[in-house]
T-cell receptor, first 109, second 116 residues
Framework: GQNIDQPTEMTATEGAIVQINCTYQ??????LFWYQQHAGEAPTFLSYNVLDGLEEKGRFSSFLSRSKGYSYLLLKELQMKDSASYLC??????????FGTGTRLLVSP | ETGVTQSPTHLIKTRGQQVTLRCSSQSGHNTVSWYQQALGQGPQFIFQYYREEENGRGNFPPRFSGLQFPNYSSELNVNALELDDSALYLC???????????????FGPGTRLTVT
């Protein structure tokens, strides 16, 4: 089966740091993706991890532990525009992505 | 801006009708995937096309079908629409062929389908 779990909603304050966790159990693994999706818009690619460890890209970092089936997305220096849904997705082969239900992040002033 | 376009933006159909949604990928992107995203959910994989051939399918009935054309455009067709088909339909294209490990899919803005 395919199962991806992430929190439904998180809140944080502008300027703070937030970590969004994702655990997965899938029948295949070709990498883990994080996407950002603003309401009514398409998902936009944030990060891709295929090996264990931390990938840093500006204010965003993503971590993967394949043995634990675990990833997190770290957002630093939060801005109001970071209010969005964050989707964790696993590539299971042939570019088929299995998505979690998404974490809605609300950033307040 | 991903270079992937979809049409129409919004669509309202009646239960039992048929609908065709369109996607135009970037030049050279031979792989296109279609996803259905219900409100408050993550996208669900419908199927994928590579060089005009279906190359994988999710848990969707046969009334969901597709086509891919040599000019990097593709279609998603849904017959006998049901109320539960109301969702955002996303296409995503990729330069990498299926089966390669390092890839990135570019999503279009989606088509919002409402079935009444």
């Amino acid at each position: 089966g395919q199962n991806i779990d992430q929190p439904t909603e998180m809140t944080a304050t502008e300027g703070a740091i937030v970590q969004i966790n994702c655990t997965y159990q899938t029948s295949g693994f070709n990498g883990l993706f994080w996407y950002q999706q603003h309401a009514g818009e398409a998902p936009t690619f944030l990060s891709y991890n295929v090996l264990d460890g931390l990938e840093e890209k500006g204010r965003f970092s993503s971590f993967l532990s394949r043995s634990k089936g675990y990833s997190y997305l770290l957002l630093k220096e939060l801005q109001m525009k970071d209010s969005a849904s964050y989707l964790c997705a696993v590539g299971t082969g042939f570019q088929k992505l299995v998505f979690g239900t998404g974490t809605r992040l609300l950033v307040s002033p | 801006e991903t270079g992937v376009t979809q049409s129409p933006t919004h669509l309202i159909k009646t239960r039992g009708q048929q609908v065709t949604l369109r996607c135009s990928s970037q030049s050279g992107h031979n792989t296109v995937s279609w996803y259905q995203q219900a409100l408050g959910q993550g996208p669900q994989f419908i199927f994928q096309y590579y060089r005009e051939e279906e190359n994988g399918r999710g848990n969707f009935p046969p009334r969901f079908s597709g086509l891919q054309f040599p000019n990097y455009s593709s279609e998603l067709n849904v017959n006998a629409l049901e109320l539960d088909d109301s969702a955002l339909y996303l296409c995503a294209s990729s330069l990498a062929p299926p089966g390669t490990r390092d890839y990135e899919q570019y999503f279009g803005p989606g088509t919002r389908l409402t079935v009444t």
